[in-house]
């Protein structure tokens, strides 16, 4: 199969607005991969068009590819032939690797079409946003191998790894299917929750009744043990084993055999208080782990179950997953929880979590069964939302359906020391497809005439509110600071770039949450 076939799917799927266009689009073209007869084709396909590599990163970014080669007239390149490039470029190492693997680039990009190069370079930067999440395209995978769409989520769910069941699925049917069971060692996708604006609403949509659970700011993650074998995944199922060896002692600790758990990962300081989640994050580096006396502990709050001494329980209701964990797991190891009916309790657990310098807290049914790899319904979140009105300073041109519109949007804090302005991060959340068309006028209008290829520096006019979870520690941008979860509420015309928030508030929020 042609890389070109792929690319322009790819470029179909982007411009198609419905759900169902979408999956019928990457059917038709998962039949044709399974057709060539090799199934690591429809396994790259899969990642591809899920926006991953199959080697996940191979250290090319927006500054290896800003400037590219003339591209090819016709097309030549091949999916697999691509594929094994991409892995020779993320293991080339060694003195002179970079000039090396610029080469390969290089290579790999003067042979590709123009719309080969568009879809390559969006791949590698993480810009392939054509809206092929993980339901549309095990959807698809269920429609080009004629299947049951719940056979094929239930597998994907299981093994965590919807590439590898997309090419069982579509060259062996329902049958190839049944080998994607639970098994201790093998990642699961975690269940993930929808978001609730405050405890009275979360109750309301389970019914009256929930367990709240303290949301800690740690990092999350899924604990495997088989006898005295254990391996720690992160949300994203990278394995990070060797990284936390406190991890697999506290796993080894518990009176079972066998064990997949759901777990949170904290750095604490010494009054039991969270570290910044950047202390944390540092563990889960390539370079992390106990490096030596000094490295930061992290300490383990366990959560829920999946497998216990040879028995799945993530079918079961959630109370009983509890109970299993509280026979197992000691108290001071476990995250603090509230199961309650009453709205004004459940808000007094809110603020306690709160004032103890954690997230806020998730809101579960007692009777929902674990949902791996979903955003399931029985799982709400409920977090305090910081706002702040900043100045836009530049944008980026967007990629898949937003092709052609100004998207990501760089922000800014107003310094009344200098005059100007301090950036403290990016995003391109939160835009209806109205407010891309408006911005894409108003920033064009805005624009000084620098440039960066894909990026438009504006003057620092226009004022746009912001909602985030949280401020972090940042090395990248010049404040020292960088928003969490940034994306956009709404445009502020009736503010100034002279009446937005200024850095001092920023850095005020920023210490009051140390």
Request: proline residues 4%.
């Amino acid at each position: 199969m042609l890389l070109v076939e792929v690319a322009q799917a790819s470029a179909d799927v982007a411009a198609a607005s419905a759900r169902l266009a979408k999956i019928a689009r990457i059917a038709d073209l998962l039949r044709s991969a399974a057709a060539a007869g090799d199934p690591r084709l429809v396994a790259v396909v899969v990642s591809w068009l899920s926006g991953e590599l199959t080697q996940r990163q191979i250290g090319v970014g927006w500054a290896s590819l800003r400037a590219l080669p003339e591209p090819a007239a016709e097309p030549t390149l091949t999916v697999l032939g691509v594929d094994g490039a991409l892995g020779d470029i993320g293991t080339t190492s060694g003195k002179g690797s970079q000039a090396r693997r610029a080469r390969l680039v290089a290579e790999l990009f003067s042979a590709a079409t123009a719309i080969e190069q568009t879809f390559l370079r969006r791949l590698l930067t993480g810009e392939l946003r054509q809206g092929a999440l993980v339901g549309v395209m095990a959807d698809a995978v269920s429609k080009a191998a004629g299947i049951d769409p719940a056979a094929a989520r239930r597998a994907a769910m299981l093994s965590g790894d919807l590439p590898t069941v997309a090419a069982a699925a579509v060259t062996g049917g329902v049958a190839a299917l049944e080998a994607f069971t639970l098994q201790v060692g093998r990642p699961v996708g975690p269940m993930l929750a929808q978001t609730a604006t405050s405890v009275a609403d979360a109750l309301e949509r389970l019914d009256g009744r929930a367990v709240f659970e303290a949301k800690l700011d740690g990092a999350r993650v899924q604990i495997h043990r088989r006898g005295d074998s254990v391996s720690v995944f992160t949300r994203s199922l990278d394995d990070v084993t060797a990284r936390l060896p406190e991890v697999v002692d506290a796993a080894l600790a518990l009176p079972v055999t066998d064990l997949i758990a759901d777990a949170e990962a904290i750095a604490l300081r010494p009054d039991g208080r969270p570290q910044r989640f950047q202390v944390t994050a540092s563990r889960f580096g390539r370079r992390g782990g106990t490096a030596g006396p000094d490295t930061q502990k992290l300490s383990v709050f366990f959560f829920d179950l999946l497998h216990v001494d040879g028995v799945d329980v993530l079918d079961q209701p959630a109370h009983e997953r509890v109970a299993r964990l509280d026979a197992i797991v000691p108290d001071r190891q476990r995250v603090d929880r509230l199961l309650t009916t009453d709205p004004a309790e459940a808000q007094t657990f809110l603020d306690t979590t709160l004032a103890a310098g954690h997230e806020g807290v998730m809101a579960k049914s007692p009777t929902a069964p674990y949902e791996a790899g979903r955003r399931g319904a029985g799982w709400l979140k409920v977090k305090p939302v910081h706002t702040l009105d900043l100045v836009v300073l530049a944008v980026e041109w967007g990629s898949g359906r937003r092709t052609g519109k100004l998207s990501n949007i760089h922000l800014g804090a107003r310094d009344p020391q200098t005059g100007g302005f301090v950036m403290l991060g990016k995003t391109f959340k939160g835009m209806t497809d109205e407010m891309l068309a408006w911005q894409t006028e108003r920033f064009l209008e805005l624009a000084d005439g620098l440039t960066s290829g894909y990026s438009v520096r504006v003057r620092p006019e226009q004022v746009v509110e912001i909602a985030f979870d949280g401020l972090q520690t940042s090395s990248r941008y010049p404040g020292g600071m960088a928003l969490r979860f940034a994306r956009v509420l709404r445009y502020r015309d009736d503010k100034s770039a002279a009446e937005a928030d200024t850095i001092d508030t920023v850095r005020a929020l920023y210490e009051r949450s140390d």
